[in-house]
């Protein structure tokens, strides 16, 4: 099935080139010279959880060094204390846990007064928490840790090399990531180099002062995330075609490319590409990056998502809803909940949504049977739930407690809060996963949070298509009123000049197959997006010009309300 008529031109490796005179050193063999070039100095080499430093310690005793070596591990509370040290956080649920309040000093055993005898170099996570004078920082993106995690790497601490990846995920999630971030907002501006780890056994190295000037050119134009894609049991063939992903893969079921804690960013020096976490420009450049508004409600998180469902030639999603907000804090110890909405970037004939209660469901018998599934392995989901046809170009609103998913045979750009992995599965039509084991559910969460109030006559009138006309090139489309975001789309006929509030948009070309977008005032070099391509827009750009490279095309974007306040939420 053919779901688009030009030539795809998706691009999978966005990078920005820096024209700046900057050295970056790359390889085990440098990197190990460029260390031991310091001499009688104690270095400490930070890591990111999932930095594997394997090669360099290899490298290390291989040389006839004058420096003594430490691993931070040696320093570390133990295995037994730190499971106990997180029993609360890691709880005995395969996906859930609560998110620390704790901090990397909690992880230590380092006396007050140690004491080097030689120039000594330290290693690992934790390792900026010992006396140095010249500080390396390690980071990998999320997502390779994902995927080592999936290749048996066990999580800090741990010995869970075979453990469900779903579980180490969690692990990462609620308690290793939380304290890791919270550690490199404290090394702003305290770091030496930083190193690009994502490569095993070639590392690349910048002067972090150089670092932060590259940055810097984030935030000063719009930018793309580097995406990522991977498969799922109901997922289908639409981002094959339109991203040009690989043909013999069964399918795939996510396209992110707008989650800054999971994505990245990739700059070019002299052709050499330097990849960073997304999350590290805010933590560098959070007011230019974020706006005041969002930053002083959301510190340091993008608190927008953008995402890509893929049903075509697929299967349904999982029957779900998403927790409440005080549901969320009280429970898991986040600061909000994910309120979505589903953009429809593509449908087929037969293409629909499931959301919302049809009116007069009897609350005990839904309740019972679903239940009941467990067992039957059988539930009637259109019995109790709306079904709406749905076509290219529609928006259909989803705040926490709604009861939904997406039919097959549609792709849908999921526009929501940043809370991403909080979804309460209430039936999976009887599914197995990709790894064969049963997709959890999650009835004890769902029933909490279920709004059976939300049944077809107000969802027909409150969250399908709620477009208003703000003039005659803009529309809103507000996620809803008790939620932070508002969305909007702009239809373009070859040229329009735009300005945007001072805060963070998140955006998609949701039709065309290309445009420009060009600063007004020579800030920034023009920037091509292409069809169904996630990008940023950050606070410190307010005037563009969007070019369609054909006659027409349309942009959605959201952004957090500008009447907007804690209090409100």
Not at 47 to 64: K, Q, R, W
Not at 96 to 115: A, R
Not at 184 to 213: C, E, G, M, S, T
Not at 517 to 533: K, N, P, R, T
């Amino acid at each position: 099935m053919k779901y688009i008529t030009f030539k795809p031109n998706y691009d999978k490796f966005p990078s920005v080139r820096i024209n700046e005179n900057f050295e970056i050193t790359h390889g085990i063999d440098m990197i190990v010279r460029h260390i031991l070039s310091h001499h009688d100095k104690h270095i400490a080499i930070e890591t990111y959880p999932g930095v594997d430093t394997s090669e360099l310690i290899h490298a290390f005793e291989n040389i006839d060094l004058k420096h003594d070596v430490i691993n931070t591990s040696e320093y570390s509370i133990g295995y037994d204390a730190y499971k106990d040290f997180f029993e609360k956080e890691f709880t005995e649920d395969r996906v859930f846990g609560f998110k620390t309040s704790k901090s990397i000093q909690d992880l230590f055993n380092i006396p007050e007064n140690l004491k080097y005898h030689n120039p000594t170099i330290i290693i690992g996570f934790g390792a900026s928490l010992f006396p140095h004078d010249v500080l390396y920082y390690a980071s990998i993106k999320r997502f390779e840790h994902q995927l080592r995690m999936r290749r048996a790497m066990p999580n800090y601490m741990m010995l869970n090399h075979d453990e469900d990846p779903l579980t180490k995920y969690k692990r990462s999630y609620f308690v290793e990531w939380v304290i890791a971030d919270k550690n490199r907002v404290h090394l702003i501006d305290k770091i030496d180099y930083i190193i690009d780890w994502n490569d095993i056994i070639n590392p690349k190295l910048i002067n972090y002062q150089h670092y932060q000037k590259a940055l810097r050119y984030f935030t000063k134009r719009p930018f793309r995330m580097v995406p990522y894609f991977d498969p799922g049991v109901w997922g289908g063939q639409w981002l094959k075609e339109v991203c040009q992903l690989d043909k013999s893969k069964e399918n795939y079921a996510w396209s992110f490319d707008g989650v800054a804690e999971e994505n990245s960013i990739i700059f070019k020096v002299h052709d050499i590409e330097f990849e960073f976490q997304a999350q590290e420009l805010i933590y560098e450049f959070p007011l230019e990056v974020l706006g005041k508004h969002v930053f002083k409600h959301f510190k340091y998180h993008l608190p927008i998502r953008f995402d890509l469902l893929d049903t075509m030639e697929g299967q349904h999603l999982s029957l779900q809803v998403h927790p409440k907000s005080d549901y969320i804090k009280e429970v898991f110890g986040m600061p909000y909940t994910q309120d979505e909405s589903y953009y429809i970037l593509d449908a087929g004939d037969d293409s629909q949504v499931f959301l919302g209660f049809k009116e007069n469901v009897d609350r005990n018998i839904f309740e019972n049977e679903l239940k009941a599934s467990l067992k039957t392995k059988s539930f009637q989901a259109e019995k109790f739930i709306n079904t709406f046809p749905v076509k290219k170009h529609d928006h259909l609103l989803i705040p926490a407690g709604t009861i939904h998913c997406s039919g097959r045979n549609t792709l849908v750009l999921e526009i929501s809060s940043a809370a991403y992995i909080f979804t309460f599965k209430l039936w999976d039509w009887d599914r197995v996963g990709l790894d064969g084991k049963p997709r959890p559910v999650y009835h004890e969460h769902g029933l909490k949070n279920l709004e059976y109030s939300r049944s077809t006559n107000f969802v027909k009138a409150n969250y399908i298509n709620p477009f208003k006309v703000v003039n005659n090139y803009l529309e809103k489309s507000g996620i809803d009123h008790g939620t932070f975001l508002d969305a909007y789309r702009i239809s373009i006929d070859q040229q329009l000049h735009y300005t945007f509030k001072k805060t963070v948009q998140m955006a998609n070309l949701v039709e065309g197959k290309s445009m420009i977008v060009s600063s007004l005032d020579a800030s920034f070099d023009d920037i091509i997006i292409h069809y169904a391509e996630t990008f940023v827009i950050p606070a410190n750009v307010e005037n563009v010009k969007f070019s369609c490279m054909e006659e027409h095309c349309k942009i959605m974007y959201a952004e957090v309300k500008s009447e907007w306040s804690k209090q409100s939420y």
